[in-house]
Nanobody
Framework: QVQLVESGGGLVQPGGSLRLSCAAS????????MGWYRQAPGKQRELVGG???????NYADSVKGRFIISRDNAKNTVYLQMHSLQPEDTAVYYC????????????WGQGTQVTVSS
């Protein structure tokens, strides 16, 4: 069972920045992809973006140009750097890991709250 622990959430003013971290209990290099999702109150969980084991990234249109996903395989950690945060970015952010062995397996972190408010 892979454990994922997010950290770095908090309260930030509009226009501010935050960096979230997701620490995995085992090698993220073995994962097909790592991703970040978010869920705002009353809304469905949505994909923020992801990074494959080859380093390719993809982002939701709503965060393109503002958010950056990176990974440090040596630390088994994935990061979500968020800039120009807006109130609509307020949500619980979840880390996700995907591995095919050979069927798809997903693991989730417990989530970290990000609140953007003045």
């Amino acid at each position: 069972q892979v454990q994922l622990v997010e950290s770095g959430g908090g309260l930030v003013q509009p226009g501010g920045s935050l960096r979230l971290s997701c620490a995995a209990s085992e090698s993220i290099a073995s994962m097909f992809a790592m991703g970040w999702y978010r869920q705002a109150p009353g809304k469905q969980r949505e994909l923020v973006g992801g990074i494959t084991n080859g380093g390719s990234t993809n982002y939701a249109d709503s965060v393109k140009g503002r958010f950056i996903i990176s990974r440090d395989n040596a630390k088994n950690t994935v990061y979500l750097q968020m800039h120009s945060l807006q109130p609509e970015d307020t949500a619980v952010y979840y880390c996700n890991a995907v591995r095919f062995s050979p069927t798809r397996n997903d693991w989730w972190g417990q989530g970290t709250q990000v609140t953007v408010s003045s």
